[in-house]
Nanobody, 115 residues
């Protein structure tokens, strides 16, 4: 079992930056990957960024060059640095961990980007 708690969401103007954090607890030693997804109003959940156990990263085309995923192993925390934010980035952002074939999810944090 893995528990995930997101933080760092809020209201920001277009062009601004935010850093999301995801604190993980529980049985962490078998985690294969962690990542961030988002879901806008009336839309499906989409992958934003993924960090594999070996350090490889993967980003959605819409955020490449603007968002960066990273981790602090000592704090069991994954971050999403979001720069040059756009109104279309407005969504609830969810942290995800993948372990033993199961996806675990946090409850999400709302990011609102005003124009």
């Amino acid at each position: 079992q893995v528990q995930l708690v997101e933080s760092g969401g809020g209201l920001v103007q277009a062009g601004g930056s935010l850093r999301l954090s995801c604190a993980a607890s529980g049985s962490l030693f078998r985690i294969n990957a962690m990542g961030w997804y988002r879901q806008g109003t009336g839309k499906g959940r989409e992958q934003v960024a993924t960090l594999m156990y070996d350090g490889r990263t993967n980003y959605a085309d819409s955020v490449k060059g603007r968002f960066t995923i990273s981790r602090d192993n000592a704090l069991n925390t994954v971050y999403l640095q979001m720069n040059s934010l756009k109104p279309e980035d407005t969504s609830v952002y969810y942290c995800m961990s993948y372990m033993d074939g199961i996806n675990y999810w946090g409850k999400g944090t709302l990011v609102t980007v005003s124009s």
